[in-house]
């Protein structure tokens, strides 16, 4: 069996010898040999796991044990060699005596750490006779034949057995260091309660199934941990150059403008009316001119006492001018012979002197601040509408992260397909949900269709959506099934970093979070692994990414409002913390929100986020608390808008 793929060694391969008169007559005796293939099998979470290539049982025998030990060294080429079984003080044990005379080399340190570890354990382990050495480019050891002693001899040196076959292998000191290191960056783990950093890795690809991780090698972290992560990720991206129109809304300006004009930038009439000279006060006065708002109808005369002149709403008060009296205030004296115009108007009220008189520069005047750097663009319109008034046509702001959205999994069928699904199979929700809240929360995304869980297909089309996007969203294939792919192709086959890859919640436990350093300057690109499950996927969506999403582009405020309300119903906690999709609406009568479940809250069922405009940060259960009661007030994370009447209560559904 060869251990390399594409001329790459994937893994380390390894034979395990059972050396042990009983075993040979009856292979069901045999425990240290499974116990050693388990533990190897462990290691399929190192980047380079050690596979078991090879085992077999022979009896205390010298010449079977040289026999199976050369052939395995020199024909097969195995890294590792573990006999376990006669290493004893019996007269039958006969391993060490058999082995020995086959080693180029010894290795007295692998030997003295395997005796030291099981020393500690119990002064029994005296009695163990190991000896371990190379020959060719294997290295052997001899463990003892007992379950318990075997697995404790070779975990107390599994973690150098890499570096030492590397090196027997023809790599340096050094290249095998260097490599340490960059493995150690591809698949880190802060902790950030300690400031350590680990190494974890997924399940290799290339194995086989047998040989799969059985439990997550990653940390559960918590929720606030993983924000954190994410967060430390979302560097924001470049400032652009746009247009000031209504795609502005949603971003982030990068730079303060300031009003290079003032507004209004003539002294203006607030209404319709005819302009006075205050002091002139009630009386009928001649009509001599006409100043509706437009520069061609602009009366240019000085208004001299005893005058008045017409005006429309935005006209320019002409020189003059210290007032204007509205329409309303006004009576028609005489008109023009043939009836068209006004000749003069009785003035019935007294104004102040700049009374219905915009003057220049009183809404904005030159030189102000208009809009700062960090403002956002909102959708209520008011910063565009500042910008043009001032006449700003171009405005520096933070680019809008693109981002990629793709389904995998086998059995996941595009939901506009026309044709009816077949036994197993299920129409993709997420994707369409993922697609629907990018538009509504204005960041343009990319959609990559639906992968099937084939390791080549999505190592594609990961590859080829991450030259085109910022971030990717992938959901499906972060958990623990054979067919969970994300994790080792992320790492395995794009060199990823993986930062965290289980949260503690509920949903989203699985939620992986990745990220790629960019090429030529570009930034980081992040990816995010969501669970398949729709609700999983849609809640982790609004936790982790819509944050990240919103950082990248230059929020200051990049989670969304926590509010807080009232429980209608009572909830059965969970033992993780869980995000319990809700409605809140605020009762007018109480002075407070109010917050009603949208049912069963299995992950699966989509039917929870129907209607629902936020997430009930539930705590997780305790022996103390084992539920929430009506009326407990709890905080929520508000994902929709708060437009819901009052529900009534749900607690049917519940
Ligand atoms: P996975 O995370 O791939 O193990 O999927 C977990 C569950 O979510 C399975 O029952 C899948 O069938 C389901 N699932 C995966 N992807 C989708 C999707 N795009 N839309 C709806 N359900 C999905
Ligand atoms: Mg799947």
Redesign the pocket.
Known sequence: MSNIVQGKPEYYSVGILTVSDTCSQDSTKDRSGPVLKTLFAETSQLKKPFYVVKTKIVKDDTFEVQKSVKDWCDVENLDLVVTTGGTGFGVRDVTPEAVQPLFEKTCSGITYAMIKASLEKTEFAALSRPVCGIRGNTIILTVPGSPKGARENVQAILNILPHAIDLVRGESGENVHAQLRVESHECVHHDHKHGDKHQYSSTSLFGPVSQRQRKSPYPMITVAEAVNIVAEHSNILSPIKVPVDENLIGMVLAEDVVARQPVPGYRASILDGYSVIANDGPGVYPVIGVSIANTSHLSTNKLQPGQIARITTGGPVPPGATAVVMVEDTTLVRASEDGLQEESVEIHVQVSDGANIREIGSDTSIGTIVARKGELFSAVGGEIGVLASVGVKEVCVYRRPVFGVL???N??IDHKSTSELKYGQ??????PTLLAIAKATGFEVKDFG?VS?DAKELEKRLKEALTQVDVLVS?????M?E??LFKPTLQQSLGATIHFGRVKMKPGK?TTFATLPGTAGAPEKLIFGL????A??TVTFYLFVLPALRKLAGYENWNSPILQAELMDKISLDPRPEYHRAVISFDHSKGKFMATSTGHQI??R?LSLRNCNSLLKLPERTDQCKELDKGSVVDVILIGKLNKTLQPSLKSKM
């Open positions: 389904s995998t999994g059995e996941v299920i129409f993709d929700s997420n994707r639906i869980d959901t499906g294939g972060v958990s099934g067919l969970d699985p669970p398949g499950n729709p999983s996927a992950s699966s989509m």
